[in-house]
């Protein structure tokens, strides 16, 4: 069982899953394979599954949600980003002759933005690092490790 370290949503979506996730059984997830959006964080509620896999405590739950929620937001702008560079591609492909100024601005659009999100995703790590006690922080790295958790 994966989950992507997605924040998909914090506080759920009225008891529905996240799209392109269904439930067989209460302790099993599974991605349909047709998702165009890829893997997600395989949960409804990404912040649920992190404090009952680090055991956390109240404290440590609402600084997560804040770091979970800013993921969230800068995934999203990626997915903006990526239309665009699709939208530009798709112009350049188009034209009469090929337009090798729109795909290069595509191009960087979309490096810029990964680059972006991946800065994103190590600032989040290390501030879900600096809430977690050594215990924490091991299971933390124990589920990276196992795949169980990626971020």
């Known amino acids: 069982m994966c989950h992507r370290l997605h924040a998909e949503s914090i506080h759920g979506s009225c008891g529905r899953p996240s799209r392109g996730w269904h439930r067989s059984h209460p302790t099993e997830l599974h991605h349909y394979h047709g998702d165009p959006q890829g ?26 949600a804040t770091v979970l929620n800013d993921l969230k937001t800068e995934r999203a702008q990626a997915e903006v980003d990526d239309r665009r560079a699709l939208a530009l591609l798709a112009d350049a492909a188009q034209a009469e002759t090929f337009d090798q100024t729109k795909a290069d601005e595509a191009a960087r659009l979309r490096t810029e933005s990964a680059e972006r999100l991946q800065r994103k995703v190590v600032e989040s790590l290390a501030r879900i690092h600096a809430q977690l006690d050594p215990e924490q922080r091991e299971r933390l790295a124990y589920n990276l490790r196992t795949g169980t958790l990626v971020v």
Request: net charge positive; no cysteine; glycine share 4%.
């Open 39 to 64: 893997p997600r964080f395989g949960v409804r509620r990404p912040l649920r599954f992190l404090a009952w896999k680090l055991k956390l405590d109240e404290r440590q739950m609402v600084e997560l």
